[in-house]
């Protein structure tokens, strides 16, 4: 059981230049999230979804999109990035476990736009 | 406001001490509570949900106010390993909406 994994690891990006961050689960999870994670700011809800076909905006969506074609997949794409977006990208599944759904985070994708 | 609140820290604590984070929540729609340690440059962690019976496991114990929208963890006989950032989340019944709050660091001294 590989948990919540994501790709790549670090990544560099020039301003304007798209890209996509995957993400993948492996414990049948409905509920994927991604977050952004800045010094000082705390986790912040980039996007979410509730199940395969389903997704929906969280507190900072701009600039982001998202899909969710299997309940495996939920990969994050940047359409134009920019120095805004250089941050620490987490994504997460949530499961129910016992009495309620607890949320398990993959390890983090580093970016740094220039 | 922020949604969830956490105190700012951050604590420095000698080993063997006992220590205590706050936490409190505006949104009284949250169902389900959560504490999480965050290591430097990694992802968070689940430490325990939070009931509203409360609840402990081993040298840590939540409790959850929902009259007050206070969420607390414990921490005694504090080791050199629970160095780390501590995070307080409140968040829907099903999964969703999980809002975190900002972190209190913790550092325990020898």
């Known amino acids: 059981n590989a948990g919540v994994t994501q790709t790549p690891k670090f990544q560099v990006l020039k301003t304007g230049q798209s890209m996509t961050l995957q993400c993948a689960q492996d414990?049948?999870?409905?509920?994927m999230s991604w977050y952004r994670q800045d010094p000082g700011m705390g986790l912040r809800l980039i996007h979410y979804?509730?199940?395969?076909?389903?997704?929906d905006q969280g507190e900072v969506p701009n600039g982001y999109n998202v899909s969710r074609s299997t309940t495996e997949d939920f990969p994050l794409r940047l359409l134009s990035a920019a120095p805004s977006q250089t941050s620490v990208y987490f994504c997460?599944?949530?499961?129910?476990?016992?009495?309620?759904?607890?949320?398990?985070f993959g390890p983090g994708t580093r970016l740094t736009v220039t | 406001r922020k949604e969830v609140e956490q105190d700012p820290g951050p604590f420095n604590v000698p080993e063997g001490a006992t220590v205590a984070f706050n936490c409190t929540y505006s949104?009284?729609?949250?169902?389900?509570f959560f504490w999480y340690r965050q290591d430097c440059r990694k992802e968070p962690k689940l430490l325990m949900s939070?009931?509203?019976s409360g609840n402990e496991d081993g040298r840590f114990t939540a409790q959850l106010n929902r009259a007050s929208q206070y969420i607390s963890l414990l921490i005694r006989d504090s080791k050199l390993s629970d160095s780390a950032t501590y995070l307080c989340?409140?968040?829907?019944?099903?999964?969703?909406?999980?809002?975190f709050g900002p972190g209190t660091r913790l550092s325990v001294l020898p």
């Open positions: 997460a599944s949530s499961g129910r476990t016992g009495g309620g759904y607890e949320q398990y």
């Open positions: 414990m049948n999870h409905e509920y």
């Open positions: 979804s509730v199940g395969a076909g389903i997704t």
């Open positions: 949104n009284s729609a949250s169902q389900s």
């Open positions: 939070v009931y509203s």
């Open positions: 989340v409140a968040g829907g019944n099903y999964g969703q909406n999980f809002v």
